[in-house]
């Protein structure tokens, strides 16, 4: 998050909070820049949004007031539109269902669910995943199969250990997870980039890293991707896996949106490989509870052992009561059900995405947006100052995520921006992307203004 960007989020929890009344001052620019450690011209832009937005208004000598409006300005008292969250919201989540599967995992399961179990995870719950992950074009041995806490540990752990092939570097689609991206930055991995764009990658591209680039494994989420929404096709996914599997290289398969795919044609890279090259991660976040932080990883032969040694001196196991839980919630079949469920929630919240976005067309605004899933992404020009779309839409109560930290330094970009779903009904919709395309012309039109002023 930018300095101007906290220092904007600031001012807004003193006014909401009442300590900035309506008619009082504000804090010098001075001092905010001092309490931020930032220039003063960062907080002078700052107060120049806030006043656009007429929350705040200037006093020539004497500094900047909040506006007498015993109401309160409208964008304080709206609710939040979360388009940046990556988290489901509470109205797609089965809690009491889950509840009525943790009672029963505690009578079926007893003390075994008070002592330590296998690293790898219980027996009875991978049998069970493995069975319902046929429904996903997946055919394992249940033994091939461990339990996670969460698909970020999976990640960080292959990440960390050596594999058979030698090599060192990870490659990463551009933009991509920006948790993987940080990951691999803190703990110094060596780390390439691929684009990717809507209709997949440039395979000529990828040959040539994968002979050249020293490639460990790529780390690639061909369904519904983060942050685009991009998803591959059957072809693609089947020319990705060819070039692995002729190149020595893993391929980690994060799939973490399967069971909101609609397309039942639409296999996974495991499905495709015969070589035992892909890595499959399925994780239970984003359409179960995230609090349960458990995921699926299926492993190699050759990378099972040394994957389970790792997680053991990691966390020693997941959850034994979370695991136990999801297996009744499996076997009962609310499982399928929530799925069905979900799978209706995120097409139709597409679909009024889609609606909305062409009743507003605006030539600033490149839109892609999939059939479901949770996130969709647009591309603006370079007509106004993408960098100021975030902040301010904070301003309006709609939270909007710069895809910037979603890439690798040598592919930085400013202009993309990831809109989810996750926690945003249609009626959010409708009025989020409508402050979006406000905004966008509020920031245009302060971009005229300025030029004209400094050509006369």
């Given at each position: 998050?930018?300095?101007?960007?906290?220092?904007?989020?600031?001012?807004?929890?003193?006014?909401?909070?009442?300590?900035?009344?309506?008619?009082?001052?504000?804090?010098?620019?001075?001092?905010?820049?001092?309490?931020?450690?930032?220039?003063?011209?960062?907080?002078?832009?700052?107060?120049?949004?806030?006043?656009?937005?007429?929350?705040?208004?200037?006093?020539?000598?004497?500094?900047?007031?909040?506006?007498?409006?015993?109401?309160?300005?409208?964008?304080?008292s709206?609710?939040?539109?979360?388009?940046?969250?990556?988290?489901?919201?509470?109205?797609?989540?089965?809690?009491?269902?889950?509840?009525?599967?943790?009672?029963?995992?505690i009578?079926?399961?007893?003390?075994?669910?008070?002592?330590?179990?296998?690293?790898?995870?219980?027996?009875?719950?991978?049998?069970?995943?493995?069975k319902?992950?046929?429904?996903?074009?997946i055919?394992?041995?249940?033994?091939?199969?461990?339990?996670?806490t969460?698909?970020?540990?999976?990640?960080?752990?292959?990440?960390?250990?050596?594999?058979?092939?030698?090599?060192?570097?990870?490659?990463?689609?551009?933009?991509?997870?920006?948790?993987?991206?940080?990951?691999?930055?803190?703990?110094?991995h060596?780390?390439?980039?691929?684009?990717?764009?809507?209709?997949?990658?440039?395979?000529?591209?990828?040959?040539?890293?994968?002979?050249?680039?020293?490639?460990?494994?790529?780390?690639?989420?061909?369904?519904?991707?983060?942050?685009?929404?991009?998803?591959?096709?059957?072809?693609?996914?089947?020319?990705?896996?060819?070039?692995?599997?002729?190149?020595?290289?893993?391929?980690?398969?994060?799939?973490?949106?399967?069971?909101?795919?609609?397309?039942?044609?639409?296999?996974?890279?495991?499905?495709?490989?015969?070589t035992?090259?892909?890595?499959?991660i399925?994780s239970?976040?984003?359409?179960?509870?995230?609090?349960?932080?458990?995921?699926?990883?299926?492993?190699?032969?050759?990378?099972?052992?040394?994957?389970?040694?790792?997680?053991?001196?990691?966390?020693?196991?997941?959850?034994?009561?979370?695991?136990?839980?999801?297996?009744?919630?499996?076997t009962?079949?609310?499982?399928?059900?929530?799925?069905?469920?979900?799978?209706?929630?995120?097409?139709?919240?597409?679909?009024?995405?889609?609606?909305?976005?062409?009743q507003?067309?605006?030539?600033?605004?490149?839109?892609?947006?999939?059939?479901?899933?949770?996130?969709?992404?647009?591309?603006?020009n370079?007509?106004f100052?993408?960098?100021?779309?975030?902040?301010?839409?904070?301003?309006?109560?709609?939270?909007?995520?710069?895809?910037?930290s979603?890439?690798?330094?040598?592919y930085?970009?400013?202009?993309?921006?990831?809109?989810?779903?996750?926690?945003?009904?249609?009626?959010?919709?409708?009025?989020?992307?409508?402050?979006?395309?406000?905004?966008?012309?509020?920031?245009?039109?302060?971009?005229?203004?300025?030029?004209?002023?400094?050509?006369?």
């Amino acid at each position: 998050m930018t300095k101007y960007y906290e220092i904007i989020q600031y001012l807004q929890t003193e006014i909401t909070n009442d300590q900035i009344k309506p008619g009082n001052r504000l804090p010098p620019i001075r001092t905010i820049a001092q309490a931020f450690h930032c220039s003063t011209s960062t907080v002078v832009k700052a107060y120049g949004e806030l006043e656009r937005s007429h929350i705040i208004y200037p006093v020539p000598g004497s500094g900047y007031y909040l506006v007498e409006n015993h109401l309160q300005p409208l964008a304080l008292s709206q609710e939040i539109i979360d388009f940046a969250s990556v988290a489901p919201g509470s109205d797609t989540l089965p809690y009491k269902e889950f509840q009525h599967c943790i009672n029963q995992a505690i009578s079926l399961y007893k003390e075994e669910l008070f002592s330590y179990c296998d690293p790898q995870g219980m027996e009875r719950p991978r049998k069970t995943i493995a069975k319902q992950l046929q429904d996903y074009q997946i055919f394992t041995d249940w033994q091939k199969i461990v339990i996670t806490t969460g698909s970020q540990q999976a990640i960080s752990i292959l990440s960390s250990m050596s594999f058979p092939n030698g090599k060192t570097n990870i490659l990463v689609e551009q933009p991509t997870y920006y948790g993987i991206i940080k990951f691999l930055e803190l703990s110094g991995h060596s780390v390439l980039g691929i684009e990717r764009k809507e209709n997949g990658l440039d395979k000529d591209a990828l040959e040539r890293i994968f002979c050249n680039g020293n490639i460990k494994f790529f780390y690639t989420m061909p369904r519904f991707q983060n942050p685009t929404g991009f998803s591959y096709t059957n072809s693609d996914k089947k020319e990705i896996v060819a070039l692995a599997e002729k190149y020595d290289v893993y391929i980690v398969e994060d799939d973490y949106l399967a069971d909101l795919d609609t397309d039942h044609k639409a296999d996974p890279l495991y499905a495709f490989s015969s070589t035992d090259k892909v890595i499959y991660i399925k994780s239970y976040s984003k359409t179960f509870l995230p609090g349960l932080r458990l995921a699926t990883a299926i492993l190699p032969q050759e990378l099972l052992n040394p994957f389970v040694e790792y997680k053991k001196w990691t966390d020693l196991t997941s959850s034994a009561l979370s695991q136990a839980a999801l297996e009744i919630f499996i076997t009962s079949g609310m499982y399928g059900n929530h799925r069905k469920n979900l799978a209706k929630i995120f097409r139709d919240r597409m679909k009024c995405l889609r609606t909305v976005a062409a009743q507003n067309a605006d030539c600033d605004i490149t839109w892609r947006i999939p059939e479901t899933g949770f996130f969709a992404s647009f591309t603006t020009n370079s007509n106004f100052a993408a960098d100021r779309l975030v902040p301010r839409l904070a301003l309006d109560n709609v939270h909007l995520l710069n895809a910037e930290s979603c890439f690798i330094p040598s592919y930085k970009r400013s202009n993309l921006f990831r809109v989810s779903l996750g926690k945003t009904a249609e009626p959010q919709i409708r009025l989020g992307i409508s402050a979006i395309y406000r905004a966008i012309q509020d920031l245009k039109t302060t971009k005229i203004s300025k030029t004209s002023f400094m050509s006369f």
